[in-house]
């Protein structure tokens, strides 16, 4: 089963403005990664925070993290038409059999018109 | 150095078939994990495999199974397959049993059940 859950489905942009995407989870988490996909290929590791992590950057991605609402979001800025993908979140997650394993968000299809 | 690679990249079986999908780790990573991604949907993890053993498995019936080798490539197998087995199969390396250094993922192999 789905652990998190995206928002929002879709989003459509023009180059250059910013594009931000939400993950929200269930149980508690080691860490959260954020993953592109391009065309139903593999996938592309983004950033990963974690757990004791509020707010990380790499590049024109800014990922925060709020273990208390248990959500994340992922900020892609200045965005361009390369950038079009499929975005996951991903949970690594503490305890029993579950530790080790991701689990994946159902995706934001991100859309950026040149 | 080579990425995690995928053999084949593209398989068209019959139901009731049998078949099996290779997985070649980064060379170092000890830990390999398959994951099964439908059309439209976010992946979902089938087994990890640490040092030549299983450490997780996920929701799916003992038609799949999977193993590791000495060298840490690993393969993973369905049986009988079924018109709803189509999918993108996925195959991630990490450095270590958990996802604390993130994963890396191949290409993925498609297989269509016809």
């Known amino acids: 089963s789905q652990q998190g859950e995206e928002d929002p489905q879709a989003l459509s942009i023009q180059e250059g403005e910013n594009a931000t995407m939400n993950c929200s989870y269930k149980?508690?988490?080691?860490?959260l990664q954020w993953y592109r996909q391009n065309s139903g290929r593999g996938l592309v590791h983004l950033i990963l925070?974690?757990?004791?992590?509020r707010e990380k950057h790499s590049g024109r991605l800014r990922v925060t993290l709020d273990t208390s609402k248990k959500s994340s979001s992922l900020l892609i800025t200045a965005s361009r038409a390369a950038d079009t993908a499929s975005y996951f979140c991903a949970t690594d997650s503490t305890g029993g059999t579950s530790y080790g394993k991701l689990t994946f968000g159902q995706g934001t299809i991100l859309t950026v018109h040149p | 150095d080579a990425g995690v690679t995928q053999s084949p990249t593209h398989l068209i079986k019959t139901r009731g078939q049998q078949v099996t999908l290779r997985c070649s780790p980064i060379s170092g990573h000890k830990s390999v994990s398959w994951y099964q991604q439908v059309l439209g949907q976010g992946p979902q993890f089938i087994f990890q495999y640490y040092e030549k053993e299983e450490r997780g498995r996920g929701n799916f019936p003992d038609r799949f199974s999977a193993r590791q080798f000495p060298n840490y490539s690993s393969e993973l197998n369905v049986n009988a397959l079924l018109l709803g087995d189509s999918a993108l199969y996925l195959c991630a390396s990490s450095l270590s049993y958990g996802g604390f250094y993130g994963y890396t993922f191949g290409s993925g192999t498609r297989l269509t059940v016809v």
């Open positions: 149980t508690s988490i080691n860490n």
């Open positions: 925070i974690r757990s004791n992590e």
